[in-house]
């Protein structure tokens, strides 16, 4: 069985015949392309699949694809205008926020949602909002100072 | 982008294509005609293979073919071991096992499909009958008469019995003045949890017999060597890729049943194939760390001088010896015992011990970790032993500073030091004083805050291959360069070494920036493609800049020297009088006889005028092998508050003084000082690898396994003191690994002086909530029943 979706991701509407078993991740990366999300594991803990489901930062490892049919996503690879970055992706470059960057486009978009929901974190509510996201490279230091230059940058 | 200086915090140049999903891992290559492979693993730690029955699975949709161990015994020889010690038993270790499972994740099948939800899905088809075995998870148990046996070749499942020793413990400890404390140390087992698992996509070119494997690997060009040696391959006609590989931490540095699998099956089946690790399948699939039960002793005197140590280990090894198995355990942890105190006297034994657990090799520190833990814990325990504080048994004890070599008992020699130095700068940074002083009064208000330091020293860099050699490599351990510098003057760079997050395109480059005088943007930085440059060793250890970096310098030295002969004859000018100084050649005191850099480059290309017997182009390649390890030191001070209701260890404060030689780039060397710091912390505070004692992983997903999240830890207070190595033309160390040497004894040390004043004189990683409730109430209940009896008496 399979089922026609149509997902507006990152601004350009694609029309799809998936099964209804495919995850969203998979959606991305196997039928759009677009590999910028990573999968890092296979019990929705590490975050490294975070996009955007409309307004929410979800996993995409864990939305089928078919429950994205009629949304508009957003992935890594729709945040920047060029070489111009977000100020959550240039935090990211300025602060050394990422060494292998495997974890680093599901952490931006999180810190995006982040950002959003609070302008104005603490470090404590930062690192609080990094919960569903990890990383093993970095310590999370230099991701949580990334945030914070983020936030001062777009106040 | 301006040219960049040794010493510059040069952001990096991977960033803008990773920060905006431009990076490519492996899961990311697209091939026509691609297919996809899963693996059928053994849900049995222990068990004979009676049968393999594949039909089902072969007749389900989209799938193209299905292999068993039987049906690749053939072609497939063992995997290699790269480390031998004497008397090592290396039973054989088929890539697909055929008659016998012996650690649950042990790959018995594949299966190949269009898709890789259909071979997910058929692999669940493929019905293996197996008669179950008695299986042995603990390390010390296995050894025992009775245990289950894994391999016939190696009885009580030893595969090694190692050992080492300097001066004469026995002897020393019948000094009736000095008082020997022992304990049992469990080193907790650890998976490793690179953010991108492992994967292979292997890619069979039948028209001119060539394979290419794309692989998530730490040792691309070995990957090459060691397909050719187990499958006979013809090495010329491979060629390895290790694209972005995100994370290794020593658990990449295997050669893997999945690499060869992979290659044998594109070349069967004329198709690419794609085999991507899921993190559960990596959980048992990939290599762990650690596993150590020691009985350790220290000895010292009641002034504080510490006599010797002794050390009994068994090593948990798994089910088969990984790579580099034979060495994790026993050099990179017998050399370590010493630390970086005269300890006049160390014995060292290592028994490496076959168990049904999955194969245990390099974990970021490997060996490393597991000395300084042993040897930071029991120097404190022994300051805690005679009533001294641990840093004025520290400062008694530590050696003295040196630049050029310095003999130690475990018979190695240590390059540079500055040990007191490095340790006063931590103090004052932390303020020891002062903090003593806030403990006592927390302790008056009930609260349970304790420090804890670790002064560490490890080994990094390897190696002196020759050394190495003696000491059981089975390759050289130098690396290579190639520096090309185009007729533009535009320069490519391709390094042996093989960065998986370290920011070798950046610090590299940074490096021909500044020693060239030539824009960063100017420089390109290839890595990990063997077709792309000479043969290399790769990224582990901590040796990327002090053995990599320093063969790139010796190639630019190269160049330099070639460019100068060539622009002092263009300049018509004796070379001595030649001057090179950002990026252009000059003559002394005449301002405008003078070339750019680039245009000597073109002049080398256009090969009109060369001086007599100058061969034309501008292209270097230098090997580089180290005379001696660096040895990075340094002082990590951590201070915990323990929540005595609940137990929780929280970190209020963590301060890192770390001495790694002269640093490259300083932001890249903090960053990775954060990482490692969190991966010890990770060990000490909340990870461990639980396996039943009939071998099934509980901890066998992230969902089970505790890796650090970001509101675990406070803002690392890191700072840095400088001696340089002399073994290295640049002076450095390496930055990778100390982090997470220095991290656990400093947070074990400090949640054992939070409790010490209960009577609290160990506890075993990690200090998870419960532990450290059950110790403070045991203590309690222990000051209870003192104070009872002594008022009965």
């Known amino acids: 069985m399979t089922v026609e979706i149509t997902v507006t991701v990152n601004g350009t509407a694609h029309t799809a015949t998936v099964e209804p078993r495919l995850l969203l991740v998979h959606f991305l990366r196997d039928v759009l392309d677009l590999t910028g999300t990573h999968v890092g594991c296979d019990t929705s803990q590490c975050g490294a699949c975070t996009v955007h489901l409309n307004e929410d930062a979800v996993k995409s490892c864990t939305v089928f694809a078919v429950q994205a049919d009629g949304t508009e996503v957003t992935t890594i690879e729709g945040l920047a205008d060029g070489e111009s970055y977000t100020p959550v992706q240039q935090g990211f470059w300025d602060e050394h926020g990422l060494q292998c960057g495997f974890c680093t486009p599901g952490m931006i978009m999180t810190a995006e949602w982040l950002l959003k929901q609070n302008p104005d974190p603490s470090e404590a509510e930062i690192r609080a909002g990094l919960a569903g996201n990890y990383c093993r490279c970095t310590g999370y230091q230099n991701i949580v100072n990334a945030i914070g230059a983020a936030a001062k940058a777009g106040r | 982008?301006?040219?960049?200086?040794?010493?510059?915090?040069?952001?990096?140049?991977?960033?803008?294509?990773?920060?905006?999903?431009?990076?490519?891992?492996?899961?990311?290559?697209?091939?026509?005609?691609?297919?996809?492979?899963?693996?059928?693993?053994?849900?049995?730690?222990?068990?004979?293979?009676?049968?393999?029955?594949?039909?089902?699975?072969?007749?389900?949709?989209?799938?193209?073919?299905?292999?068993?161990?039987?049906?690749?015994?053939?072609?497939?020889?063992?995997?290699?071991?790269?480390?031998?010690?004497?008397?090592?038993?290396?039973?054989?270790?088929?890539?697909?096992?055929?008659?016998?499972?012996?650690?649950?994740?042990?790959?018995?099948?594949?299966?190949?499909?269009?898709?890789?939800?259909?071979?997910?899905?058929?692999?669940?088809?493929?019905?293996?009958?197996?008669?179950?075995?008695?299986?042995?998870?603990?390390?010390?148990?296995?050894?025992?008469?009775?245990?289950?046996?894994?391999?016939?070749?190696?009885?009580?499942?030893?595969?090694?019995?190692?050992?080492?020793?300097?001066?004469?413990?026995?002897?020393?400890?019948?000094?009736?003045?000095?008082?020997?404390?022992?304990?049992?140390?469990?080193?907790?087992?650890?998976?490793?949890?690179?953010?991108?698992?492992?994967?292979?996509?292997?890619?069979?070119?039948?028209?001119?017999?060539?394979?290419?494997?794309?692989?998530s690997t730490q040792i691309p060009h070995f990957v090459k060597l060691l397909y050719s040696l187990v499958t006979g391959h013809p090495e010329q006609k491979i060629r390895v890729v290790a694209p972005d590989v995100g994370g290794g931490f020593g658990s990449k540095i295997s050669i893997y049943a999945e690499e060869i699998v992979c290659g044998i099956v594109s070349k069967q089946l004329g198709r690419p194939v794609k085999w991507i690790e899921s993190r559960s399948e990596a959980y048992i699939a990939t290599t762990h760390g650690r596993d150590h039960i020691t009985d350790v002793e220290i000895a010292g005197k009641k002034d504080g001088e510490i006599v010797g140590i002794k050390v009994d280990v068994y090593a948990n090894i798994g089910a088969y010896l990984s790579t580099f198995a034979p060495l994790v355990p026993t050099w990179l942890f017998g050399l370590m015992l010493g630390g970086v105190y005269k300890m006049p006297n160390v014995v060292c034994r290592v028994w490496g011990v076959f168990t049904n657990t999955t194969p245990v090799d390099a974990y970021r520190g490997a060996g490393r970790p597991e000395a300084t833990f042993l040897l930071e814990r029991m120097v404190s325990r022994f300051a805690q032993e005679i009533g001294r504080d641990p840093i004025a048994v520290r400062r008694k004890n530590m050696l003295a500073s040196h630049k050029n070599g310095r003999a130690v008992t475990t018979g190695v020699m240590y390059d540079s030091g500055d040990y007191k130095g490095n340790l006063n700068k931590a103090l004052e940074i932390f303020d020891y004083r002062g903090f003593r002083s806030e403990q006592r009064a927390a302790r008056r208000a009930g609260k349970l805050l304790g420090v804890g330091i670790s002064t560490y020293i490890e080994i990094t860099g390897a190696a002196p291959s020759a050394v190495a050699s003696s000491l059981g490599a089975q390759a050289g351990l130098w690396e290579s360069s190639n520096v090309r510098v185009h007729p533009t003057g535009k320069i490519t760079v391709y390094t042996g070494s093989s960065p998986h997050g370290q920011g070798h395109e950046t610090t590299l480059a940074q490096l021909v920036s500044s020693e060239l005088g030539v824009p960063m943007e100017d420089v390109e930085v290839l890595h990990g493609d063997t077709d792309q440059g000479p043969f290399g060793v790769g990224t582990f250890g901590s040796r990327s800049l002090s053995v990599g970096g320093a063969a790139l310098f010796n190639s630019l030295g190269k160049i330099k020297a070639k460019a100068h002969t060539l622009a002092a004859h263009l300049l018509e000018s004796d070379p001595k009088f030649v001057t090179f100084e950002g990026g252009s050649f000059a003559v002394e005191d005449i301002p405008d006889k003078s070339m750019t850099f680039q245009e000597v480059a073109g002049a080398a290309y256009g090969a009109a005028n060369l001086p007599p017997g100058m061969e034309p182009g501008l292209e270097e390649i230098s090997f580089f092998d180290p005379t001696n390890f660096t040895w990075p030191f340094g002082t990590h001070i951590c201070v915990v508050e323990i929540d005595e209701d609940t137990g929780q260890v929280s970190l209020v404060r963590y301060v890192a003084v770390d001495d790694v030689g002269n640093v490259l780039n300083p932001m890249i060397v903090d960053g990775m000082v954060h990482g490692g710091v969190a991966q010890g912390i990770g060990q000490a505070l909340t990870e461990q690898a639980v396996y039943t004692d009939d071998g099934q992983l509980l901890s066998g997903s992230l969902m089970d396994y505790a890796l650090p999240s970001a509101d675990m830890f406070p803002m690392l207070e890191v700072d840095r003191t400088v001696t340089p190595s002399p073994v290295n033309p640049l002076g450095v160390k390496g930055a990778g690994e100390c982090g997470t040497i220095a991290a656990s004894p400093a947070v074990m040390n400090a949640v054992i002086d939070a409790l010490a004043h209960l009577g609290v004189k160990h506890m075993d990683m990690p200090a998870t909530s419960e532990k450290v409730w059950r110790a403070i109430r045991d203590a309690k209940e222990t000051q209870r029943a003192a104070r009872a009896a002594a008022r009965r008496s």
């Open chain 2, 1 to 215: 982008m301006a040219t960049a200086l040794f010493g510059d915090s040069v952001k990096r140049t991977e960033d803008p294509r990773l920060i905006t999903g431009r990076g490519k891992y492996v899961d990311d290559i697209r091939l026509t005609g691609m297919t996809h492979m899963a693996f059928v693993r053994s849900p049995y730690a222990h068990a004979n293979i009676r049968s393999v029955d594949t039909s089902a699975a072969a007749n389900a949709p989209g799938v193209l073919t299905v292999f068993t161990g039987a049906d690749l015994q053939e072609q497939l020889g063992g995997l290699p071991v790269a480390w031998l010690l004497p008397d090592l038993k290396q039973p054989p270790h088929p890539p697909l096992a055929y008659e016998t499972v012996r650690y649950v994740g042990d790959a018995v099948a594949v299966v190949v499909a269009d898709t890789a939800y259909q071979a997910a899905d058929a692999a669940e088809l493929v019905d293996v009958d197996y008669e179950i075995l008695p299986a042995i998870v603990n390390a010390e148990a296995a050894t025992k008469d009775g245990a289950p046996q894994l391999h016939s070749e190696a009885e009580n499942n030893i595969a090694w019995d190692w050992n080492i020793s300097g001066g004469d413990y026995d002897e020393a400890i019948k000094d009736p003045d000095v008082i020997v404390i022992k304990q049992r140390i469990v080193n907790q087992r650890l998976i490793p949890n690179s953010m991108e698992t492992r994967g292979v996509v292997a890619d069979f070119d039948s028209g001119r017999g060539n394979l290419t494997l794309y692989t």
